[in-house]
């Protein structure tokens, strides 16, 4: 088996082989080429943390495992270690031996952020030219960066409970070379394309706070629970998501759904989009939404392409195992 661990990721994975690998296994999912298993996730009495597996078969890409992993509050001030921790684990489909063992952390923010960005190629206008950001922490960086590389963009604006935390979101545009400002909720009407990337358990943004036309990827809401947006942005919204059970359950569609105010038949799956299976945005005025809830199958995805990565410029660790 090889071992790709987590400090070699960095080096290895680009954000084009991200956004490629999750592409295609969106694109597989709503083929019906490829599913996720049902999430564990366990609060295990121990540190107070959460732990989990996500998995999942691609027949098209021939990934099969799963990511185990999950949060441990106390890791950075106890440990001085982050505290997401989590570990990918590949196996050869045709004969069920363990294929690779690789680091999950890094992965896990470059795939999400290639979830919105796929959205944002197949959903967003084309002349979209300022980009909203709802959310300033770890994965809001990754978020910010590869959504720049979809489209045109001449401006970021950004809104976060603890505005301190903004000065992550000029550092990403500075060096993208774009002018960045720091606006209140109503702020967001001038933004093309919104990512929201919270940890919030309660709407932040309202339905009249979004204009005619923009795209907007809720990336925050992966639990029961929690919320970034007012449920009747998604009756306003045609919405899409990486995985309906997933939206209508753990994401962001979970709380309108509850409502009665949208169905499971309103979500499409953004791989079908992809695939020409369904039309996407259709007008200029449209509102689009991607509820991205994070699949078992977008870390295979990364995770089989780093593999790929690391044996092609020989510094995977290989174990006979
Ligand atoms: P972080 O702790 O680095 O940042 C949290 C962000 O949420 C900050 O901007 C903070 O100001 C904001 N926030 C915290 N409490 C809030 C509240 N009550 N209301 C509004 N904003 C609040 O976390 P992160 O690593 O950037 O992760 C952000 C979120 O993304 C988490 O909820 C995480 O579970 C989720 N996530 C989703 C996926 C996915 O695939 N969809 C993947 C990874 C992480």
Redesign the pocket.
């Known amino acids: 088996m090889y071992i790709v661990p987590e400090r070699a990721i960095a080096d290895l994975m680009t954000r084009d082989a991200a956004f490629d690998a999750v592409e295609k296994v969106f694109a597989a999912m709503a083929a019906g080429d490829a599913y996720n298993f049902p999430v564990v996730r366990e609060a295990i009495g121990h540190e107070d943390a959460l732990y989990g597996f996500k998995g999942g078969f691609d027949r098209a890409g021939l990934s099969l495992g799963l990511k185990a992993g999950g949060y441990w509050p106390n890791n950075l001030e106890k440990r001085g270690l982050i505290n ?1 921790q989590s570990t990918v684990f590949l196996f050869d489909p045709d004969t069920g031996k363990v294929r690779a063992m690789v680091g999950g952390n890094l992965l ?2 470059l795939r ?1 952020a290639a ?1 919105s960005s796929v959205s944002i190629k197949h959903l967003a206008r084309e002349d979209a030219k300022v980009i909203g950001m709802i ?6 960086k990754f978020q910010l960066r590869a959504a720049l590389e979809q489209r045109d963009f001449d401006k970021v604006i950004g809104w ?3 505005p301190e ?1 903004l000065l992550n979101l000029e550092e990403v545009a500075t060096e993208a070379g774009l002018p960045f400002e720091a606006v209140e909720l109503d702020g967001m009407r001038a933004a093309d394309v919104i990512i929201s ?6 709407a ?1 943004l309202k339905a009249d706070q979004v204009s005619p036309g923009t795209h907007i990827a809720c ?5 029961k629970g ?1 919320q970034e947006v007012d449920p009747q942005l998604l009756v306003r919204a045609t919405v899409f998501t990486d995985e309906v059970a997933q939206s209508t359950s753990i994401g962001e569609a979970q709380h309108a759904v509850a409502q009665g105010l949208i169905g499971e038949a309103d979500v499409a799956q953004l791989g079908a989009v992809i695939n020409g299976a369904h039309p996407g945005r259709t007008s200029a005025e449209q509102i689009t939404l991607f509820d ?3 699949v078992g199958l ?1 870390d295979l995805a990364v995770a089989a392409s780093v593999v790929e990565l690391a044996v092609k410029k020989g510094i995977a660790i290989e174990v006979d195992f």
């Open positions: 997401h896990t923010a999400t979830a959310g300033a922490g770890h994965q809001a976060n409970l603890h935390m990337i919270t940890s919030s358990f309660d932040i990336m925050g809401t992966d639990t929690k991205g809830t994070g977008q």
